[in-house]
């Protein structure tokens, strides 16, 4: 490690200020303290979220779930309210990383690094989130722009996300073995615009897969997922899995994802 400050604001505003001044956001530290041991990272400050409180909880409206961007994984895992509402969104969280990372990973730091093979961007953006921030609300659509990129500013925080609750929906990741991230992950979701399909893992970041989304929308079976196949040339290969295997696990995710779905 190196000389950086430390700052631990209780007020959102303050964390705001402090961001806006070239502070770096900590929040559950899992990527962002790797990153700085590994000298990926280098900020002379971190503004440490975790005593901002109104940034974490969960509540449930009328068709939609909110969760605050502190809100940890085993959180959003053990929800009753997320458990009832949108069943896929629990187990996704369940199913993150170990238990330490469930215990200090949040759903705002996940959202904002946009690992390439992270579960979170999957949910969201099939479920057609929406990413609330202290100075907008941002689509999923419009807000997961590549590699660890996003549509986020310097110095704007998450605050929250917001999930419409869909009629149906279910995910499934290949995990990869040493890191629990997915080799291939796919999120489906029928919801009141129809169906959508993300698939995590396979790219340079999460992405919608139009060819399942109008198979689904037709016929929302196992069968019409098993029909579409996935482009390799748009995939990426590498020591854990090649582009054309990750091609057909997408197929099988989508298979399993759909029937779980319809359980
Ligand atoms: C061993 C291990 C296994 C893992 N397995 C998985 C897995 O299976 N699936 C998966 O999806 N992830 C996995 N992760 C990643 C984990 O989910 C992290 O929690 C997540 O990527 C980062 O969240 P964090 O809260 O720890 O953020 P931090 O590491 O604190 O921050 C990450 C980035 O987000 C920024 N940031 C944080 N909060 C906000 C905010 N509210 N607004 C704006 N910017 C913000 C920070 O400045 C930083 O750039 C794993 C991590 C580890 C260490």
Redesign the pocket.
């Known amino acids: 490690m190196y000389t950086f400050t430390f700052e631990r604001p209780a007020a959102q505003a303050d964390a705001v200020k402090l961001a806006q001044a070239g502070g770096?956001?900590?929040?559950?530290?899992?990527?962002?303290?790797?990153s700085m041991k590994l000298r990926l990272a280098a900020p002379e400050q971190l503004v440490d979220?975790g005593a901002v409180k109104e940034l974490a909880g969960i509540r449930k409206d009328a068709g939609s779930v909110t969760i605050g961007?502190m809100t940890r994984?085993a959180d959003v895992a053990a929800s009753k309210d997320v458990q009832a509402a949108i069943p896929a969104l629990a187990q996704l969280a369940g199913g993150?990383?170990?238990k330490q990372?469930r215990a200090?990973?949040?759903i705002?730091?996940?959202l904002?690094?946009n690992?390439p093979a992270?579960?979170?961007p999957a949910g969201a953006l099939a479920l057609g989130a929406t990413i609330v921030t202290t100075g907008r609300e941002i689509a999923a659509d419009d807000y997961f722009q590549g590699l660890f990129a996003t549509a986020?500013e310097e110095g704007e925080?998450?605050t929250a996300v917001r999930f419409p609750v869909p009629k149906r929906a279910a995910y499934i990741k290949f995990r990869q073995p040493a890191?629990?991230?997915a080799l291939i992950g796919v999120f489906v979701a029928q919801t009141d615009a129809g169906v959508r399909v993300a698939v995590t893992g396979g790219g340079n970041g999460v992405f919608r897969h139009a060819g399942l989304e109008a198979a689904l929308g037709k016929s929302f079976t196992p069968e019409a997922a098993a029909g579409v196949a996935t482009d390799p040339t748009e995939l990426n290969g590498d020591l854990h899995g090649s582009a054309a295997y990750r091609a057909h696990l997408v197929g099988v995710m989508a298979q399993r994802a759909v029937a779980k779905a319809l359980a």
């Open positions: 770096k956001l900590l929040a559950g530290g899992q990527t962002l303290l790797a979220l961007a994984h993150i990383g170990d990372v200090m990973g949040t705002g730091g996940s904002a690094n690992d992270a579960d979170y986020l925080l998450i890191s629990l991230f």
